[in-house]
């Protein structure tokens, strides 16, 4: 009798402990690494921050975002196949370095093919599910997108036509900035942003197309007088995570990851609009001279540009043209 009352006892112990342990575990957070090329200052990171903060605050801290930015765990070139393998759980694409991957991942630098933000967010809503897929296809989840403030051409010298850019030397970021400067005859070269003043100075280069915030970031006024406010494109970044990692949460973590980043992209592309803002009245302190193009300029602009569209449309195939379609339809 003594014996069987011990083994109860001891079962009862037993089970009690194993309870307190699976307790314990489910009260452990996870924790997801979070990789992205942008600077602390830069508004991305921000908002990429509060959107941590509001996982981790929303979740009571089951599930927490631990961030690297500024390159500091993976380059940015990486990024997609970073989260894609798993090496980080989320990462901040920029989409159009991937060009090359697909036409799709482009369409938003493709110059004055959507112009100023609400032709951004209509170029996005149309081209959402496409890109959405494309990434679902390389096991990769997108949480939401942010787009950068309008592009302008930063330039040397006065700019009245596009024949003024003719033999000029135009940095570019890209295939389809690069594409632009030779439509419009200039000569392109590829330069990365942190070698913008250097390539000016130089001489390597005498004008360049990017955002305020980016001749902001690289103080612009130190080498160059004009930032044209073309508004010509607003490329995204898209924040992602691996779709096993998502899929590895209970559902309850999930909802609070797909409600924060929808607080995100709002918040994101409201922010996105006030630095722009901000970018160019700073640009004006600093004594460079802001100007909206003339009706003959912006028009010549988008005549060399609608034949790079027509070239996309080509490498984009049927969906391409649906979507430049709608994008052009009242």
């Known amino acids: ?5 011990r083994f109860v006892v001891c079962t009862v112990a037993f089970f009690i402990v194993a309870a307190f342990i699976a307790s314990q575990a489910s009260a452990q957070s996870t924790r997801w690494i979070v990789a992205t090329a942008f600077a602390e200052s830069n508004f991305h990171t921000q908002n990429i921050r509060q959107f ?48 090359s991957l697909d036409p799709f ?33 390389r096991g990769i989840k997108t ?10 051409i930063v330039s040397k010298k006065k700019i009245e036509s596009v024949s003024d850019l003719k033999g000029t030397k135009f940095r570019t970021a890209g295939r389809t900035t690069a594409r632009f400067a030779e439509l419009v005859g200039a ?3 590829i330069v990365s942003t942190p070698e913008i003043a250097q390539a000016f100075f130089t001489g390597m280069v005498d004008l360049s197309i990017y955002s305020p915030t980016t001749a902001v970031d690289t103080k612009a006024w130190d080498y160059a007088k004009f930032f ?36 995100a992209e709002k918040r994101g592309w ?3 609009e006030k630095r722009q ?26 005549d060399a540009a609608g034949k790079h569209l027509e070239e996309w449309v080509k490498e984009a195939g049927a969906e391409g043209k649906a979507v430049v379609d709608r994008l052009h339809s009242k």
């Open 270 to 272: 409201e922010l996105s």
């Open 143 to 152: 949480l939401y997108y942010v787009a950068w403030p309008g592009q302008g």
């Open 1 to 5: 009798m003594i014996r069987s009352t």
């Open 277 to 302: 803002y901000e970018a160019l009245k700073e640009l004006t302190q600093h004594g460079m001279e802001v100007v909206q193009p003339s009706d003959t300029l912006m028009s010549q602009l988008k």
């Open 52 to 99: 941590a903060e509001d996982v981790k605050q929303k979740s009571d801290g089951k599930l927490e975002l631990a961030i690297h930015s500024g390159g500091s765990l993976v380059k940015q070139p990486e990024l997609l196949r970073a989260v894609q393998t798993g090496q980080v759980q989320v990462s901040e694409l920029l989409l159009f370095i991937y060009g």
């Open 105 to 137: 991942f482009e369409i938003d630098t493709v110059p004055f093919a959507a112009v100023g933000y609400p032709g951004a967010r209509k170029l996005y809503a149309l081209t959402k599910p496409y890109i959405d897929k494309r990434l679902a296809d």
């Open 228 to 263: 044209y406010n073309t508004l010509a494109m607003h490329s995204k970044n898209a924040v992602c995570v691996s779709q096993r990692a998502f899929d590895a949460l209970p559902d309850d973590l999930k909802k609070v990851v797909i409600e924060a980043a929808a607080a």
């Open 187 to 189: 000569s392109p070269t």
